[in-house]
């Protein structure tokens, strides 16, 4: 089983809409949780941490659920500069590794 | 700080050549990462270093690939020989202990 399982999407939305990515781990002791964000040909870039309470960074909310295992990334009032590949990062905590969800593709539509 | 750096950032090289890949990992970080991204696989953690000891190099696809730190400022990932299957993006990262990872512009390597 993979350590990280994202759905590769594509998603296809309009200017303005909301969008939420989920994620699910498979390790329940892991502690550190992230959303990364790459842009075409480039690399990825952190987009923010996620907190057990759940935090929120302008128009993007992460949200952890323990109990179910999963990461979520919510992005509201969707702009054309969202379009990008969104990552979900977990560190398992029995080292430092990082292990990477594939990715999930936005496309904000005009 | 300059970030992470690698170099090169473009490679083309004949199957059975070997590629040596450069990382320099923003100064004081202590773990450093090598991943290998394609668009079949993703992301992949290739090994990563801790204080320049590899602690984890269970990604490493094959004996054709090996990655060295000899100091805390530089790390190498050497495949020899090449195959066209190693063709991808090749990522350099580095970090705190559970604080995020940074990476480098990445080496994109074509093996033909």
């Known amino acids: 089983r993979k350590e990280v399982e994202q759905d590769p999407g594509p998603f296809n939305v309009p200017e303005g809409a909301t969008v939420a990515f989920n994620c699910t781990y498979s390790n329940s002791a892991s502690q550190s949780f992230f959303w990364y964000r790459q842009d075409c040909r480039k690399e990825p870039k952190l987009l923010m941490s996620v907190y057990s309470s759940g935090n929120e960074d302008g128009r993007f909310t992460a949200q952890l659920n323990r109990a179910s295992q999963y990461i979520s990334l919510l992005i509201r009032d969707s702009k054309l500069s969202d379009s990008a590949t969104y990552l979900c990062?977990?560190?398992?905590?029995?080292?430092?590794?990082?292990?990477f969800g594939t990715g999930t593709s936005l496309t904000v539509i005009p | 700080d300059a970030g992470v750096i690698q170099s090169p950032r473009h490679e083309v090289t004949e199957m059975g050549q070997e590629v040596t890949l450069r990382c320099k990992p923003i100064s004081g970080h202590d773990y450093l990462f090598w991943y290998r991204q394609t668009m079949m696989r993703g992301l992949e953690l290739l090994i990563y270093f801790n204080n320049n000891v590899p602690i984890d190099d269970s990604g490493m696809p094959e004996d054709r690939f090996s990655a060295k730190m000899p100091n805390a400022s530089f790390s190498t990932l050497k495949i020899q020989p090449s195959e066209p299957r190693d063709s991808a993006v090749y990522f350099c990262?580095?970090?705190?202990?559970?604080?995020?990872?940074?990476f480098g512009q990445g080496t994109r390597l074509t093996v033909v």
């Open positions: 990062v977990v560190n398992p905590n029995t080292g430092n590794q990082f292990y």
């Open positions: 990262a580095s970090s705190f202990v559970n604080t995020e990872a940074f």
